[in-house]
């Protein structure tokens, strides 16, 4: 049973699931975001980098399930060169400017957790628990309906949460 704190503004944030999630997928992966990205959508992504001799993998989030002419988001880690991470939109068959983060948050063999928090604004994204980037949207993040991961990776999980302010 909560009780009312009496605060003004006092949050807690709730999740709920918005669809089932992904379970050990095959890599390439694309899929359906049903309903599409909403303001308040969490997506995270669970898996391990593979230690192979490819160097990249990406997480894109597109405008249809074959449509990779138009990714709202394109999240790009890349090992070569000390490793960083590209951030691109495409629109229409074209890149826009690169964003780079030279900074790897990922280790060949390791785990990862990546959470994408979408707002009005920007993907807000988390890895392993910290936070990493934000990346303003380039387009309406609103048509986006599904997400695909490519490259050197194992996805082991993905899930669709939404937040749901709740009082105290």
């Given at each position: 049973m909560q009780s009312e704190s009496g605060h003004e503004g006092d949050e807690e944030l709730a999740f709920r699931d918005t669809q089932p999630p992904y379970i050990n997928l095959p890599v390439p992966f694309t899929g359906r975001i049903e309903g599409g990205l909403?303001?308040?959508h969490k997506v995270t992504v669970m898996g391990r980098v593979l230690s192979t001799d490819e160097?990249?993998?990406?997480?894109?989030?597109?405008?249809?399930?074959?449509?990779t002419n138009n990714i709202a988001f394109h999240f790009n880690p890349r090992f070569d060169g000390g490793?960083?991470?590209?951030?691109?939109?495409?629109?229409?068959?074209?890149?826009g400017s690169e964003a780079?983060?030279?900074?790897?948050?990922?280790?060949?063999?390791?785990?990862?957790?990546?959470c994408f928090d979408v707002d009005r604004s920007s993907f807000k994204v988390t890895v392993n628990g910290s936070i990493f980037l934000d990346y303003v949207h380039r387009v309406p993040f609103d048509k986006?309906?599904?997400?695909?991961?490519?490259?050197?990776v194992h996805v082991s999980y993905i899930s669709f949460q939404i937040c749901n302010p709740l009082p105290c």
């Open positions: 909403q303001d308040g160097n990249r993998f990406s997480v894109n989030f597109q405008t249809g399930i074959s449509d490793g960083y991470v590209v951030c691109n939109t495409r629109q229409q068959g074209n890149w780079k983060k030279m900074q790897m948050p990922f280790q060949k063999g390791s785990e990862f957790e990546i986006v309906n599904a997400i695909s991961i490519c490259g050197c």
